[in-house]
């Protein structure tokens, strides 16, 4: 697999990793639920797209963190 760049991102995973970059500074935790329901999205849309980004070489790192009821997810900038 090659090292994604920004260019390599669709419009949706763009959109999460602006979101990210915009919330990140103030909040540690994100649920995919609850970034779709901000973004249009579904939670399993958001947690297929977030693999890319979090698989990328981007400005914030993205860790999986938990399951209770959508994936939550650790972001720090």
């Known amino acids: 697999m090659s090292s994604a760049m920004a260019s390599d991102l669709t419009s949706k995973q763009e959109r999460i990793l ?11 935790y994100f ?3 609850i970034i779709g ?7 399993k849309e958001v947690g297929s797209n977030i693999t890319a980004i979090q698989d990328g070489d981007y400005d ?10 959508s994936t939550t997810w650790k972001v720090s900038v």
């Open 37 to 43: 329901k901000e973004l249009g999205m579904t939670a």
């Open 31 to 33: 649920k995919s639920r």
């Open 18 to 28: 602006q979101y990210l970059r915009e919330n990140a500074a103030t909040k540690t």
């Open 60 to 69: 914030v790192e993205i860790e999986k963190w938990g399951y209770s009821s």
